[in-house]
Nanobody, 125 residues
Framework: QVQLVESGGGSVQVGGSLRLSCAAS????????MGWFRQRPGKEREGVGLIDRRGSTGYAASAQGRFTISRDNAKNTLYLQMNSLNAADTATYYC???????????????????WGQGTLVTVSS
């Protein structure tokens, strides 16, 4: 069955960096749009960024210029490189996949409906 497993979360100081990974299995990883989401304390889950099957990316305003999404299709793994972290980035981060669309482009965030269990990132001063 489809499985997404995030890793790489932890505690980091303001200004630091982390790289999250998402190991995927149970489907043809290279064929589908993938994305990262996060849920900050007391907030709803929000999209961070998307990567389509060609490797083209798009980011939320809060992530633009600081976060980079990439994928390694040979390893069935999605990545989120996060730099210049600040306290507002404290959240549980989730990867997700849109299995309803195998086109080259990504659909909007709400179509990514298969989720991992999340990994917690805590940014402190």
């Amino acid at each position: 069955q489809v499985q997404l497993v995030e890793s790489g979360g932890g505690s980091v100081q303001v200004g630091g960096s982390l790289r999250l990974s998402c190991a995927a299995s149970g489907y043809s990883f290279s064929n589908y749009c993938m994305g990262w989401f996060r849920q900050r304390p007391g907030k709803e889950r929000e999209g961070v960024g998307l990567i389509d099957r060609r490797g083209s990316t798009g980011y939320a305003a809060s992530a633009q210029g600081r976060f980079t999404i990439s994928r390694d299709n040979a390893k069935n793994t999605l990545y989120l490189q996060m730099n210049s972290l600040n306290a507002a980035d404290t959240a549980t981060y989730y990867c997700a996949v849109d299995l309803g669309n195998d086109a080259d482009y990504c659909r909007p965030y709400e179509y990514l409906r298969r989720w991992g269990q999340g990994t917690l990132v805590t940014v402190s001063s």
